[in-house]
């Protein structure tokens, strides 16, 4: 079965340091992968968008990487701070279908002081 | 950056009763809008992707007579949540897509739905 998986359980780490974030799927061929952030009661908001054919995408502390080998995404928060905790979102477009966006559950990431 | 803009935040309404929610693309044409569904902790489901001047097209399981969804602008979607039951409680979100840059989506603020 298709399946867009992220790590659940919620990610704690100390300000300053990198968040490492994980997005992993089953029986999609995706054309693009995207990250959102999403903060409580709130619509998402776009990150970052990585192509089939890119290895890594960089914006400002933010850095994604594409591995369609191992069928993962990871998306990477240097010099963390507490502003930055939410829920992050990755989310697919099938190549079958670019105009649907299939989204994985979230991680919710705590940066702590 | 483009500006979706989804009334109301929040609502809270009677069992049996119907809810519409409006999304609108502020600055921006959308020729297409999809709707989400979001539990507490769990993923965004995608009910419905809205096609300015045609109908709607509903994901497998969604009940397209019990989620009425009208595209009738290039800037306007409405999803019509009728005769509501406690079960549909949830947050609704809607997106739309910029023709000029295709492939990523903006988000409303969502809808907190509420059934007594």
């Known amino acids: 079965s298709q399946k867009i998986e992220q790590n659940s359980e919620a990610l704690n780490i100390q300000e300053g340091k990198t968040a490492t974030l994980t997005c992993n799927y089953t029986?999609?061929?995706?054309?693009?992968l995207q990250w959102y952030r999403q903060d409580p009661g709130r619509g998402p908001v776009f990150l970052l968008l990585?192509?089939?054919?890119?290895k890594e995408k960089r914006k400002e502390r933010l850095k994604v990487t594409f591995d369609t080998t191992l069928k993962q995404s990871l998306f990477h928060i240097t010099a963390s701070q507490p502003a930055d905790s939410a829920t992050y979102l990755c989310?697919?477009?099938?190549?079958?279908?670019?105009?649907?966006?299939?989204f994985g559950q979230g991680t919710t990431l705590q940066v702590k002081p | 950056g483009a500006v979706v803009s989804q009334h109301p935040s929040w609502v809270i309404c009677k069992s049996g009763t119907s809810v519409k929610i409006e999304c609108r693309s502020l600055?921006?044409?959308?020729?297409?809008m999809f709707w989400y569904r979001q539990f507490p902790k769990q993923s965004l489901m995608l009910m419905a992707t809205?096609?300015?001047?045609?109908?709607?097209?509903?994901e497998q399981g969604v009940e397209k007579d019990k989620f009425l969804i009208n595209h009738a602008s290039l800037t306007l979607s409405t999803l019509t949540v009728t005769s509501a039951h406690p079960e549909d409680s949830s947050f609704y979100i809607c997106?739309?897509?910029?023709?000029?840059?295709?492939?990523?989506?903006?988000f409303g603020s969502g809808t907190q739905l509420s059934v007594l």
């Open positions: 029986n999609y061929s995706p054309a693009y």
């Open positions: 997106s739309a897509r910029d023709v000029t840059t295709n492939e990523k989506l903006f």
């Open positions: 600055d921006f044409q959308a020729t297409t």
């Open positions: 990585i192509r089939e054919n890119e």
């Open positions: 809205s096609n300015e001047g045609s109908k709607a097209t509903y």
């Open positions: 989310a697919l477009a099938p190549s079958s279908n670019t105009g649907k966006l299939i």
